[in-house]
């Protein structure tokens, strides 16, 4: 399986980044994986943002559940985070990644396929 993130590297505070992860050798709808978005800011740990399922549910963590949304696009095997009202805070390399069906998918530990990452910085 492989990821490709794609979006902006640059956004304003307040504004919204949108990511897009690719997959191809694999298909998001495969009940075989279970689909996230991990980030890590500078100098900290990955993070867990949230995960889409085979049937399009989605799992947001909690403190960002107000502002993170997964859509996809099963057409283009593709899925995207939408996150609102971005501050410096957000400014992080985010990876898409692949998790195999039935481990634990809010512990960035627990992904196999991994994209390259997307720099990701939040200023004005």
């Known amino acids: 399986v492989q990821l490709v993130e794609s979006g902006p590297g640059l956004v304003r505070p307040s504004q919204t980044l949108s990511l897009t992860c690719t997959v191809s050798?694999?298909?998001?709808?495969?009940?075989?994986?279970?689909w996230g978005w991990i980030r890590q800011p500078p100098g900290e740990e990955l993070e867990w943002l949230g995960t889409?399922?085979?049937?399009?549910?989605?799992y947001v963590s909690p403190p960002l559940r107000s502002r993170t949304t997964i859509s996809r696009d099963t057409s283009k095997n593709q899925f995207t985070l939408h996150l609102t009202s971005v501050t410096h805070a957000d400014t992080a390399v985010y990876y898409c990644?692949?998790?195999?069906?039935?481990?634990?998918?809010?512990?960035?530990?627990?992904?196999?396929?991994w994209g390259q990452g997307a720099q990701v910085t939040v200023s004005s």
């Open positions: 050798g694999g298909f998001i709808t495969s009940s075989r994986y279970w």
């Open positions: 990644a692949a998790a195999d069906d039935g481990r634990s998918w809010t512990l960035p530990s627990e992904y196999r396929y």
């Open positions: 889409v399922d085979s049937s399009g549910a989605t």
